[in-house]
């Protein structure tokens, strides 16, 4: 049977698009989406027991990893397997689980774990900056509680003009990086390092960040109401 295959397109403005894909891959999960910009494609899935703990908080696992296979290439050296994740991998598990765990119910505390695999490298398209959406995403198609749609965007400025999600070689050339994280209605995270700013142009660097992200929550609930999910069950 030829799977059902629902897809958005984000346009980042400048050419530039992202998509979001759902209902060819891990259809066994509670969520599954493949997200893609240029060549960088990657899965991420999302799966919940549904048996509350006897716990103070969220088992909520988010594991983020860029495999060696994503390029063609296999580790060298002795070792012909991949290692334990990065520092790189290991910040970014923690970019979507600080954006993540505080929209989940105060009183849920079923084990859930997010999965979120690079399958294809790019090496103009940073795909850290697309986990957040990507994780977003895949709940919305699930039938967990949780809040609201949210995402993530990088941004960055080059000769005055603010990028969302610059690539590598932008990226150099940038005074700023900063990681945002949000939901259609408000900014939940800033990280990252810049040159000396003023506090209008963090200011203005946020809201042009959030402004992307409300594209890109509006694009996941679109997917959402097209594969079959009402608003009120995933709230």
């Known amino acids: 049977m030829i799977p059902k295959v629902f897809r958005e397109v984000i346009d980042l403005g400048d050419g530039r698009e992202i998509s979001i894909e759902t209902g060819k891959l891990a259809k066994q999960a509670h969520g599954s989406v493949v997200v893609q910009s240029g060549k960088c494609m990657m899965l991420c899935t999302v799966v919940s027991n549904y048996e509350q703990k006897d716990l103070g908080f969220l088992p909520l696992t988010v594991d983020y990893r860029e495999k060696f296979a994503a390029a063609g290439r296999y580790p060298g050296g002795f070792f012909k397997r991949e290692a334990r994740p990065s520092d790189g991998e290991v910040l970014t598990m923690r970019l979507v689980d600080r954006v993540l765990r505080p929209l989940f119910p105060k009183d849920y505390t079923a084990e859930t774990q997010v999965m979120i695999q690079l399958m294809s490298h790019d090496e103009d398209v940073m795909p850290d900056a697309m986990a957040g959406l990507a994780a977003s995403a895949a709940i919305q198609l699930s039938d967990f509680p949780f809040e609201c749609a949210i995402s ?14 610059p690539t590598r070689a932008q990226l150099a050339e940038s005074d700023i990086d900063m990681m945002i994280g949000a939901s259609a209605d408000s900014v939940m995270m800033v990280e990252g390092e810049m040159d000396e700013i003023s506090e209008e142009e963090m200011a203005e660097a946020i809201k042009f960040a959030h402004e992307a992200i409300k594209v890109q929550c509006a694009a996941q609930l679109r997917l959402a109401e097209a594969f079959g999910k009402e608003r009120s069950s995933r709230i």
């Open 152 to 165: 993530e965007a990088r941004v960055g400025r080059i000769n005055g003009e603010f990028v969302i999600n």
